[in-house]
């Protein structure tokens, strides 16, 4: 550790400061911020992929690690992460395989069926993940993400690879996959288009903390600064009513 | 129509297909024709693999060797398709510039800016160290870098998105084209950087008096920037008009792109807005997820004078 601190110059930067937030069960709150905020170092904390300085984590009143299949995080550009080589089923059966709960056939059934829930036709199953298209693969990934039975799916930039067609058609699947199965999501993203649409509450991160905490309604009217400036990019950049639908 | 009128760009039947290894013909664009006049901003918006980057690739002539070309492209009345390497060198970063998806690709990592910059500079125009001196400070200045030296000094992975994006654009436009090819150009960045790009290019095309081929998967940013649009399905334009003017069809393709979030409804479907309440009522006390006091930090280190991020808590 010394001979560290002799070779080279080191400080440190706060990636989350002070992070306090609630999400209530079968709710949707949006995460938003600019390339850096924080957004994605939250995501990994809560998911357990990273370990925090301080502070914690509960699911459901328990410590987030006992619970950790309740959560499921996925990524951007996920379709893409998938292994090529494995098939349709391979992929979705995986989570439940290293589970363990499930005989061979159960698996194939709940993956069956699963794939019917994401809108893929369960009769490919045998096709190769690579073959599918980047909305079907992103499909695969949320199948792949339910096969573990989460409560609560972390989607961090999850759609940014996909165009907008695509993402209003993803964000359709997933509040109708909310209302069958009573899931609780994260929806991190830069954007705001369709959060409205999507999202009860946006929390707002600025250089690892979060600056406001209130519901998708309240976006537009925000004294923020750095809500302001999400808001006026969003009406810039998207087409009239696809950033904040009022 | 004037018989010496003749558009900056002309594409007339392009068609472009791709052999693969199997053998098979994969069509990207079929029977495309497209018009810019000069100072004309065109649009060209459509979902993934409609064949929008084809046409920019097509253009430029840098299709890879597995693409089929048929038709015409001409220039100011040149023909690209049939165009001599010198012709093309001239064409290429001279007259016709291309910005993509991600500068940090498009950006060799390992020269300077200043080089990068300076390399297409030279290829394309004969001035002394001072003129190319003092041209560089200039368009570094017009793409928004108020400390222009820092930047040429720099080498693209100390620069953010948006500043690696910045620094494309000053490549591109250094000899001062006619005609500027924007391929996704905002994709990779967050909306605030999107827009300030966005907002640069619009300044940039009637400071410079550009006419652009702007390709996207969203309608929005073509609002205040574009002329014409023109959208492609599966390799064919399927409508072209103002921005307004689409709005009106009543193809679900061309609605889906202009006006994604109809989408998102459908019978079961509710705003989020006017689903709250009742989920609310049924799990009011407990929450599913709750987040205390978190904090974590990076340790950022300097080495060779670059930053180096790296676990914080535990070194080693």
Redesign the interface.
Known sequence: ?SR?KSL?????????????????????TAIIG??GSGKS??AR??AGF????????????KEAEKSSRAVQLIFQDAGSALNPRFTALDVVAEPMLISGQLNAADRKQRALHLMAEVGLDPESYLRKALEF???QRQRLAVARALAANP??LIMDESLAG????????M??LL??LQ?LHGL?Y?YIS?????I?????NVIVMDQGRIVEDLP??MLAQSSHPATQ??V???E????????V?Q | MDSTYAPLLRVAGLRVAYRTAGGARVSALRSLDLEVAEREVVGVLG???SGKSSLTQAVLRMLPRNAEVEGQISFRRQEILTAGSRELRNLRGGEIALISQEPALALNPVLSIGRQIDDVLNAHRSLSSQSRKEKFQLMLRDVGFPDPDRILRAYPHQL??GQRQRAAIAQALICGPSLLMADEP?SA????????I??LLTRLKSQMNLAMIFIT?????L??LADRIVVLRDGEPIASGS?PQLRLSSDPYVR???????????S??K???S??AG??D???A??????????????????FGQS??CK??R??
């Open positions: 550790m560290k080279a110059k080191a400080f440190s930067v706060r990636a989350l400061d002070q992070v306090e937030f609630a999400l209530e069960a079968g709710t949707t600019r390339s170092t939250l904390c809560i990273e370990k925090p300085d301080t502070g914690s984590v509960e699911i459901h009143a298209s980047g909305g409560q609560l996909l165009d907008l067609p695509l993402q209003a058609q964000l359709r509040l109708d209302s609780s994260l830069h954007d705001l288009n369709f409205s649409l999507f999202a009860e998708v309604s400036a999400l006026a990019a969003g810039r950049v998207h087409a009239a009513g696809v950033e639908a | 979902a993934s693999g953010s998105g905002l960045l967050d909306t605030v950087t999107q827009a300030e966005l907002d998967h969203n309608a929005g940013v609002s205040a921005l889906g792109l202009l006006c994604p979030q109809e989408n998102l409804f459908s079961s479907a705003p989020a807005s689903r709250g989920s609310r049924e799990c009011s407990q929450p599913i997820l709750r987040v205390r006091n978190l904090s974590k930090s990076f340790v950022q280190k300097k080495v180096v991020f914080g808590t070194p080693g």
